[in-house]
C-alpha cells in the first residue's frame, strides 16, 4: 500500500470516527470547563440516577426478606430513609473536605493509607461495572415483562446492545449522554411520586389496620422466635435491601465535571438525591406493607404495586405501562453512573500508579475513552458470565459498594477528630461518622454471610485480584522511577558549561530536534547521547514538550496553566544548559490530550522551518522485554517516529537503559 493509498484510509477511518463520538474539542476555549460542566439538575440526572434506579430493586430485596413478617416492613421503610439521609450527610462532608473528587478512593487514600485507597479504589471499580452490568440487566427484565415469554431469548443480546450505545454516548461526552438521558429520569420521578403518594394517601385508613396486624404479629413471634429472632430478621432484610444505598457514593466521585462553586454544586446535588431515594425506597416499602404485596412468579413488586394503586384510574394499563416503563428505562440512566464514575475512579488511581497511566488520559473529546472502553468491555464479559441473571449480579453487588462505605466513614471518622482544634463542631461530626460506619458494617458484614455462598465469593476474589494487580504495577512502576532517579543523580552532576551562548538559531545549520516530557533524567539522557554519538555535528538544538492534559490537569483553567507553566519551566532549564556549553538553543510547546498528534504536527511545522533537522525521541528498554510493559510504557515514540518517517522527516529513537 503506497502513501496516498494510506493515507486515504486513515482520513476514512478518521471521518467515521468523528461521525460516532463527534469532532475533536478545543481545549483552549476559555469556555471548556463552563460548557463541559454540570449544573446540580444535571448531577442530580446523571449521578443520582444510579441512587433513585436502586429503589427498583433494594426495597424489593428487603421485603422479600422478611418473608412472612411483612409487618416488619413499615419499620424497615423508616430505616431505609434515616440510612440514606445518614449516608448522604456524610458523603456531603466528604465533598466539603475533599472536593477536587475521587469520593472514597481519596478518602481513604488521604485519612487512612495507601493500602487502604487502593482497596476501596478496586472495590469502587468493580463495583461501577456491576452498577452497569445490574442495572442494564434489570432494565432489560423490566422491559422484557411486557412482551411474551418466547422474547426472553434476545434478553441478553438487547442488555449487549444497551451497553454499546452508552459506550458510544459517553464518548463523545458525558454532558451529551446525560441531556439524551433526562426526559426518562423526569418521567420516572413523576411517575413515582404519583404512585407513592396516591398509594400512602389513599390507603392511609389502612394504617390502623397494620398497628393492629404489628402487635398481633410482634406478639405471637415474641412467643415463638423472642426479641433477638425478631431483631435477627429486622437487621437481614435491611442489610439485603442494602442494594437501595448502591449510588449514593457517585455524586463524591463525580465532583470535578460538576458546575463552579463545585463544592455548592455536589452538595445540592447529594440532597436533590437523599431526598428523592429515601421518599422513593422508604416511600415503596410502606405502600408494600399498607397494600399487602405478595410477589407473583415473572413479575417485579413494584409493577405489582402499580397494578393495585392505578387498578380503578382511567387508562389504568397506560398509566401502568408507563410507571413500570421509565422504572426499567432510569436503570438505563443509572447504568450512566458507572460510565461517569468508573473512569475517573481508575484515573485517580493510574495518576498514583496503581493503574497504567493511560487510564488518566484524556481522549479528543475530552471523556475518559480508555476507561469507558474498559468498563463497557467488563460489563460485556459480566453480562455473558451470569447469562443476565439479576438475583445472580444482585447477590455480587452489595458487598464492594459497603467495604468502600465503611472505610470512607472510618477515615472521615479519624479525619475529624485529627481536625477536632479547627472544628467546634468535631464531637457531632465524628458522632455521624461512627453511626454510619456502624450501619455500613453491619450491612457490609451481613452481606457477606448471606450472600457468600450464593455467589458473593466471586466479587471478593475479583476485588482481591484487582488488588493484587494493582500491587504489581505500582512495584513496576516505582522500580522504573528508581532507576531514572539514579539516572538523574548522576546526569544532573553535569556543572553548565562556561561559553553562554546567545546567537538565534540558524535555519540553514543542522538541527536536532528534542520531544522531551519535563526537564529529567530521560530528557538529559538523549541529549547526552546526542553529543555522543554526532559530536559538534549538530549546530542548533530545539526542545519540544507536550503540556499533555489528562483528568489530574484538566480541572480548571488555574489548572491548566499551572500545567503549561511548569512544561515551559523545564524547557527553559534544558535550553539554558545547551546555550552554556555555546550551542543556540530554544523550545517549542503545546498543550494537547493526544501527544502524537500534537507532537507530530509540530516537528512537521520545525522540519519546513529547519530543512537540515533531525527529530529525536527517547525509549525506555528493558533487558528482558515483558508482555505487561506495553501496556504499562506508552509506544508514543514509536508512534511518532511512524508518522514522520510517512512524511519524509528522519526520526531517530534513542535507547534509554532501565
Given at each position: 500500500?503506497?502513501?496516498?493509498?494510506?493515507?486515504?484510509?486513515?482520513?476514512?477511518?478518521?471521518?467515521?470516527?468523528?461521525?460516532?463520538?463527534?469532532?475533536?474539542?478545543?481545549?483552549?476555549?476559555?469556555?471548556?470547563?463552563?460548557?463541559?460542566?454540570?449544573?446540580?439538575?444535571?448531577?442530580?440526572?446523571?449521578?443520582?440516577?444510579d441512587g433513585l434506579s436502586s429503589s427498583s430493586y433494594g426495597p424489593e430485596e428487603a421485603y422479600k426478606a422478611l418473608g412472612a413478617h411483612t409487618y416488619i416492613a413499615v419499620f424497615i421503610g423508616l430505616a431505609t430513609a434515616f440510612t440514606v439521609f445518614i449516608i448522604a450527610y456524610t458523603y456531603s462532608r466528604i465533598i466539603e473536605h475533599f472536593p477536587q473528587g475521587g469520593g472514597g478512593y481519596i478518602v481513604s487514600t488521604k485519612t487512612i493509607s495507601n493500602s487502604a485507597g487502593v482497596i476501596s479504589g478496586c472495590a469502587l471499580i468493580v463495583d461501577y461495572v456491576l452498577t452497569i452490568t445490574v442495572s442494564l440487566v434489570a432494565c432489560g427484565d423490566a422491559i422484557f415483562s411486557f412482551l411474551p415469554i418466547t422474547f426472553q431469548n434476545y434478553k441478553i443480546i438487547f442488555v449487549a446492545f444497551l451497553i454499546l450505545m452508552l459506550v458510544t454516548m459517553n464518548l463523545r461526552g458525558v454532558k451529551e449522554s446525560i441531556i439524551v438521558l433526562a426526559p426518562i429520569f423526569i418521567v420516572f420521578v413523576l411517575t413515582h411520586v404519583l404512585l407513592i403518594t396516591y398509594g400512602i394517601a389513599h390507603h392511609a385508613d389502612r394504617f390502623g389496620w397494620v398497628v393492629n396486624q404489628f402487635h398481633g404479629s410482634l406478639r405471637q413471634d415474641i412467643g415463638t422466635i423472642g426479641f433477638i429472632g425478631i431483631l435477627a430478621i429486622f437487621l437481614r432484610a435491611f442489610s439485603l435491601g442494602g442494594g437501595t444505598y448502591t449510588g449514593i457514593e457517585a455524586v463524591s466521585n463525580g465532583i470535578q465535571i460538576m458546575r463552579e462553586p463545585r463544592v455548592q454544586t455536589g452538595k445540592r446535588t447529594m440532597l436533590y438525591m437523599a431526598v428523592s431515594l429515601a421518599f422513593t425506597a422508604g416511600g415503596l416499602l410502606i405502600c408494600y406493607a399498607l397494600l399487602q404485596i405478595n410477589p407473583q412468579e415473572g413479575k417485579t413488586l413494584n409493577s405489582i404495586l402499580a397494578d393495585e394503586v392505578f387498578r380503578n384510574w382511567p387508562l389504568s394499563g397506560g398509566i401502568v405501562l408507563i410507571t413500570?416503563?421509565?422504572?426499567?428505562?432510569?436503570?438505563?440512566?443509572?447504568?450512566?453512573?458507572?460510565?461517569?464514575?468508573?473512569?475517573?475512579?481508575?484515573?485517580n488511581m493510574a495518576t498514583d500508579f496503581w493503574l497504567p497511566r493511560r487510564f488518566a488520559m484524556l481522549s479528543e473529546r475530552l471523556t475518559m475513552q480508555n476507561g469507558i472502553l474498559l468498563m463497557g468491555a467488563a460489563a460485556m464479559m459480566l453480562l455473558f458470565y451470569t447469562h443476565g441473571s439479576i438475583s445472580a449480579l444482585i447477590v455480587m453487588y452489595s458487598i464492594n459498594v459497603f467495604l468502600t462505605f465503611s472505610l470512607s466513614e472510618f477515615g472521615?471518622?479519624?479525619?475529624?477528630?485529627?481536625?477536632?482544634?479547627?472544628?467546634?463542631?468535631?464531637?457531632?461530626?465524628?458522632?455521624?461518622?461512627?453511626v454510619a460506619f456502624i450501619l455500613c458494617i453491619i450491612i457490609l458484614f451481613v452481606t457477606i454471610y448471606e450472600k457468600?455462598?450464593?455467589?458473593?465469593?466471586?466479587?471478593?476474589i475479583i476485588t482481591s485480584g484487582?488488588?493484587?494487580?494493582?500491587?504489581?504495577?505500582?512495584?513496576?512502576?516505582?522500580?522504573?522511577?528508581?532507576?531514572?532517579?539514579?539516572?538523574?543523580?548522576?546526569?544532573?552532576?553535569?556543572?553548565?558549561?562556561?561559553?553562554?551562548?546567545?546567537?538565534?538559531?540558524?535555519?540553514?545549520?543542522?538541527?536536532?530536534?528534542?520531544?522531551?516530557?519535563?526537564?529529567?533524567?530521560?530528557?538529559?539522557?538523549t541529549w547526552f547521547s546526542i553529543n555522543r554519538k554526532f559530536p559538534h555535528f549538530y549546530k542548533n538544538f530545539i526542545f519540544i514538550s507536550i503540556a499533555e492534559v489528562d483528568q489530574a490537569s484538566f480541572k480548571g483553567s488555574a489548572e491548566m496553566e499551572e500545567l503549561r507553566i511548569s512544561v515551559e519551566?523545564?524547557?527553559?532549564?534544558?535550553?539554558?544548559?545547551?546555550?552554556?556549553?555555546?550551542?543556540?538553543?530554544?523550545?517549542?510547546?503545546?498543550?494537547?490530550?493526544?501527544?502524537?498528534?500534537?507532537?507530530?504536527?509540530?516537528?512537521?511545522?520545525?522540519?519546513?522551518?529547519?530543512?537540515?533537522?533531525?527529530?529525536?525521541?527517547?525509549?525506555?528498554?528493558?533487558?528482558?522485554?515483558?508482555?505487561?510493559?506495553?501496556?504499562?510504557?506508552?509506544?508514543?515514540?514509536?508512534?511518532?517516529?511512524?508518522?514522520?518517517?510517512?512524511d519524509g522527516i528522519e526520526s531517530v529513537i534513542m535507547p534509554i537503559r532501565v
Open positions: 500500500m503506497n502513501t496516498l493509498d494510506s493515507r486515504h484510509e486513515k482520513n476514512i477511518r478518521h471521518r467515521l470516527w468523528q461521525k460516532l463520538v463527534g469532532k475533536p474539542r478545543n481545549i483552549n476555549e476559555p469556555s471548556i470547563f463552563h460548557k463541559l460542566s454540570l449544573i446540580p439538575l444535571l448531577a442530580w440526572i446523571g449521578l443520582g440516577a413500570v416503563f421509565s422504572e426499567g428505562a432510569l436503570l438505563l440512566v443509572a447504568a450512566q453512573a458507572g460510565f461517569v464514575d468508573g473512569p475517573r475512579v481508575m484515573a472521615m471518622t479519624l479525619f475529624s477528630f485529627r481536625k477536632r482544634n479547627q472544628d467546634e463542631k468535631w464531637k457531632r461530626h465524628i458522632f455521624i461518622h461512627v457468600f455462598g450464593e455467589g458473593g465469593w466471586i466479587t471478593l484487582l488488588i493484587a494487580l494493582c500491587y504489581l504495577i505500582k512495584k513496576h512502576y516505582l522500580y522504573v522511577r528508581g532507576k531514572a532517579l539514579k539516572l538523574e543523580d548522576i546526569l544532573q552532576k553535569v556543572h553548565p558549561g562556561k561559553k553562554f551562548n546567545n546567537d538565534p538559531l540558524n535555519p540553514k545549520d543542522p538541527t536536532a530536534i528534542l520531544l522531551v516530557s519535563g526537564f529529567n533524567g530521560f530528557g538529559l539522557h519551566n523545564g524547557l527553559k532549564k534544558y535550553v539554558d544548559l545547551v546555550r552554556s556549553f555555546g550551542v543556540p538553543a530554544d523550545y517549542r510547546m503545546d498543550a494537547g490530550t493526544d501527544v502524537i498528534e500534537t507532537a507530530t504536527q509540530m516537528c512537521q511545522s520545525l522540519a519546513q522551518e529547519f530543512p537540515k533537522s533531525m527529530v529525536f525521541t527517547g525509549k525506555l528498554i528493558f533487558r528482558e522485554e515483558h508482555f505487561y510493559q506495553r501496556a504499562l510504557h506508552n509506544e508514543t515514540a514509536y508512534a511518532i517516529q511512524r508518522r514522520l518517517q510517512w
